[in-house]
Structures are given as structure tokens and as C-alpha cells.
């Protein structure tokens, strides 16, 4: 019979009591040779479940036993939280030390442990302050560098956070995590369950009272998942909430709408309540009822007025507990107008009705739990609908699939249509037809795509359409070798759309991988995008391009997908790029001081921004229209230069760099 997880956890934390008796009995001149035995137990023990907590289970000897004799560890209050991050991702023997210290710490900081070196309060505190300074530990992120760096080791990393988290509480976390969920929910993702963790964390601090702005932030958020008005909140359940709403007249009514309304849109959260809400007033047949609730603007009422029976179709699907984060996702739609473009109401009647293919259906029911009381057509209105009225929010999750994200979100923004279409035919064929060169593509006819297993923390219609996307994007990517060329020039026209400018220009010399005209590529660049270079022409169409993603310490991770959106001057004078990056949390820290902002630069929600030679300097593809460029001559040299210089020491250190040589 094979060993299960939890009785090699088992096995693994006997051992480590045996090894610490050994340690403790030994003199300290030799307790360095079984140092090792300990951190070799531990690193696999954190690659278990359990692990942590075996862990932890032995965390009083620690220090009596001499794990941490002659290093810096054994002096507790020395240590530096700053350096946390450091030890954790790096070599296996510090990631080992440092977790065991830090267990160490809590039982001191829970009084499990006494200690003569520091007290419970500094144990606390230096654990309280390590948390906040990696949040991204406690709630880890799908960034590119965050993909790059997960391991099992990693994973036990995470667990070993949550595990102290709980343990502590998060009073001393607190502003650091609501700053964190504030600064995520201003990008508007459609899956919000990372920042929920977030807000459940913050909210088991708020029983004990507190007035400043910090508790006010918390309590706002608490309320917009928990409940948006004194009502909802203090309703037991959701039937009792429901049987209240019966009993208000129609001022209390309308008061107790816009207090929802007003919650949803201020923090792009819904709760539960919301649904029975909305259900409540859509059965009254009131239009300027639903209105409220909704929170719809001019174009929102108009999109109502127009296509209201569509609209409370819709809401009959939505207005479910499990389902009430489409609400704003509904309430956006609405509010874009997308549904006057003459083939969406028909294309979303059409699946409200559709029959699903079962394996498809099976999987959209896994995200609700198999709940017996949502079909597998609610759950796909719920994502379609997010995505019309999200375009920026889609994310490609815990997926090597950002070109997918990408293309599923420029065809909400540029042909809604042709996305609906899409839908349709992977809901209700499990399958997705496209054209290539002429040729047609059937992603049933596909073997393989470049995901070998998909995570399925996607929203619904991304749950249905990437694996399909991916497999017809790999095939075109197949169909081009040995072109000699980036592949991009000739797929992303006919994968995104007929919008993708058909000039095309990268940096990187297909064959060898080495930086080649960076010059050349750069002042085309400035006279097809910057306001100042190119006759100040705005962009049409949000367009395709390649950045080369780093981390924060400007080292190369790999190439990535983004779509520029607009290039304008922000509130400041400064001439900024706004893309939209399919990583779910778009803020990130690309070294060199370049730091992505989603917010306080003019970003519309889901946005990033860089100042224009920052986002340049990351740049290896682009499309462009050949029409429309302005004078190469006119860009000067020296910007070109500090652009060059930010590439040479990030991305294309050690890369081969040739500059083509004028002859004029």
C-alpha cells in the first residue's frame, strides 16, 4: 500500500524529533554536523500539507536543541523583517532556517515558548511586520514573476504564512492588507476571490472596535461583500434579508438600492444580498428600480429602456447568491452600451437558451460547487457578461496563457460580436473554428496546445474558450516556423482581429535571439505612439504588443502579452502608455525603478501605465500603422540612449546587441 501525504508528514516529523534529540544531546562544537539533518527534514516536510504543522509541533525545542547555533538566527531580536523575503526565496538551507525561525517566533509570540532572547511582544512584532512587508506570500498573486518562481518549496512557503496569519490574527496586518485589497480592487479584476481572502483576514479585526481611516477602509470593504446597508446586515440569512425587503415601502426601497449601488461601484465588490435584492426589484417590474440597484448612468438607462426584456432575462439567471459579483459585471455592460451593437442581444438571447455540452457544462458547474440550483447556462451568462462589461478585468489565472487573456479581452473592447460567437461555439460544440492563411483551424481537430493542464481559476467564459484559443494559437505558431521571423507579424492579425495594424516591428532577430537595430526599432516606435513624434494621432484600436517581463530586480523572466490601449499626457504633463496586462493584478515591479501603476495617472480601471521611455524600455514587439508615422529624424538621440541602457542592464544583459550602421 502506498504512503499517503499525511503519513509521510508523519514519518518526516518523527524523524525530526529524533534528529532534535540528537542535536540537543551533542556538544555545541558539533551540533553543526546534524544542523543540516534538520534542514533537510524540514524542506521536505514543508513540501507536505501537514507539514507546518509537524513543524510547528516541535517549534519549543528549537532554540534549546541548538537548531540555530553559531548563525545569525540564534539572536532573534537582531533579525530583520526586511530580510525575510530574501532568505525565503533563496537558497534551500536559508529557506530552511528562516521558516524554522519564523516558527520559532510564533510559539514565543503565542507564549508556547519562552524564550530569554526576546520577548513575546518583539516576537510578535517582528512576524507581524514580515507579513505585511510579503503580503504577496500570504495572498499570492499570477504575475509573470510570481509563475516564474512557484515551487513545492514555495507553495509550503505560503502555507507556512497562512499558517501564522491564523495564529496571530491580523490586527498588525491590517492597513498593510486593506491597502493591498484597495489597490487590487481599483483594477476591477472579475475574479475577486484573492482579495475576499483579503477582506475576511481584515475583518476579524474589526469586533474590537477601532475609528481610524484604516478601520473605516476595512469596514467599508467587510460591508460590500457582508452587506452594503444596515438591513442586510442585520438580516440572519439571506431568507430573512429577502422577507424584510417585502415590508419596505417604496422610499426605504429605493433608499436601500442605492446604498447597494453605491457599494458596488465604489469598490467593484458585490455581496450576496445584492442578488435577492435585484431579483426582489426586477419581480416588481420596476425599470427605474432596476436602474438604481444597478447603478446605471444615461447610457446604462438607455441600454435598460432599450433592451429591458434581454436585461431581466439576464438578471433571472444572475440574480443568484453564488453568482452576485456578475452583477457588476451586468451593471458595466449596461453601462459601456455594447448591446446597441446590432449583433449582442441577439448572440446574448441565444445563450440564455443554449445547450450545453455536457463535459463543458460539467465544468462550469465545478466553480459553483455543483450546485443543484444553477444550471451550467447561468454560470456562462455570468462570465459572458463579466467580460462584456470588464473588457480590462480578464485574467489569465495561474496560466501560461496571457496571448488567449489578451485576445478575449480585445474582442470585448473592438467585436463583442465575434466573442459571443466564440462562446457559443465553445459552450455549445466544445469546439472553436478560425482561419489562418485561408486554412481552416478546428481546436477539435488539435492534439495539443501550451497548456498541458489548465487552472481553473478563470472566469466562466474563459474557462470555456482559452483551452481552445490555445491549441489554435499554437497551431498557427506551428504553421509558421521556419519563416525565419517572429511569428507574431503574421498570427496576430488573423487571431486577434482585422483591427491589428498591419505594421509590424521587433527588436530581436528570430534566429539567434539577439537585440538587433535597437535604435531603428525605438524611433519607430516614438513616431507610431508618442503624441509628440507621430502628429499627435491618437490610438483607434487597443493594439497587440510584446514586452519583455522582469522582476524586481530587472532580471529577465520571459516574453510576455500586453495590448497598448492609449498613449496620453497625464494630470502631471507626462506622456504615459496605458496597456492592459492579462496578469491579474497588473502593479508590479519590473526593477530599475519601474514600477507599473493602476492608479493616481488618469488609468481607467484594469489599466497600467508607465511614463512612455520606462514602458519602451521593456518593448520587443509592436504593430503599427505604415499610413500614419511621423519623422524618425525627430527623436532625439539621447532619449534613445537612456532607453538602450535601460534594456542593456535588465532584459538584454548578456544578450548579443547589434546597432545597423548608417551609410548616409
Known sequence: MSETGCDKAERLAAQ????????????????????????????RLLKEPQGVQWLYGQAARFDRAGVFYGGDWAHPASLQPALVSASVRGPALSVAIECLSELRLLAIATGQAASDKITPEGARTFLEDA??????????????????????????????????????GAQGILESTVSEAIRILQQRPILVHRVREMIDAAAQTLAGGGSDAIYEQARQLTNAVHGPSALSRSAASLERYREALAELDARALAEEAQAFARSMHETGLVSPQHAVLLEHVCAKGSGDGIARVLGLDSVGRDSLDVYGELVRRLIASLAHPLLAQSIYGLACMLNRGVLFFPPLAPGLWRLTRLQI????????????????????????????????GQPLGVGQGDNPTCQSARAISLWSQCDPGFLLELITWAARDNEVDMHFEGQLLRSSELQSGGVAELHTELDPASLVLVPHLDRIYWEMGRRIAGRGEDGHKWINPEFHGWWVQRGFATVIQYSSGDVIDFEGFMR???????????????????????????????????WHAVSIQR???????????YFYNPNNDSGQDWGQGIVTSTAGHGEFPGESSLPFKQFAARLYVFHYNSRELGDPAAVPAAILGEIAALARASWARGVGWHELVSTS
Open 131 to 168: 507579513i505585511a512587508r510579503n503580503l504577496d506570500l500570504l495572498f499570492p498573486s499570477s504575475s509573470e514573476a510570481a509563475r516564474a518562481e512557484r515551487t513545492p518549496l514555495l507553495e509550503g512557503v505560503h502555507r507556512l504564512f497562512r499558517f501564522i496569519a491564523e495564529r496571530l
Open 16 to 43: 525530526l524529533a529524533e534528529a532534535l534529540d540528537q542535536l540537543e544531546a551533542v556538544k555545541p562544537f558539533a551540533k553543526l554536523n546534524y544542523q543540516g539533518h534538520i534542514c533537510d527534514l524540514t524542506l
Open 567 to 577: 498613449v496620453t499626457v497625464d494630470q502631471d504633463g507626462e506622456v504615459r502608455a
Open 524 to 558: 519607430l516606435f516614438y513616431i507610431s505612439y508618442h503624441p509628440a513624434y507621430n502628429g499627435a494621432r491618437q490610438l483607434i484600436y487597443a493594439q497587440p504588443a510584446g514586452i519583455a517581463a522582469t522582476d524586481k530586480n530587472g532580471q529577465f523572466i520571459g
Open 357 to 388: 455540452e455536457a463535459e463543458v457544462a460539467a465544468a462550469l458547474q465545478r466553480l459553483v460547487d455543483e450546485s443543484p440550483t444553477l444550471s451550467a447556462n447561468a454560470v456562462l451568462l455570468a462570465g459572458t457578461v463579466s467580460v462584456l
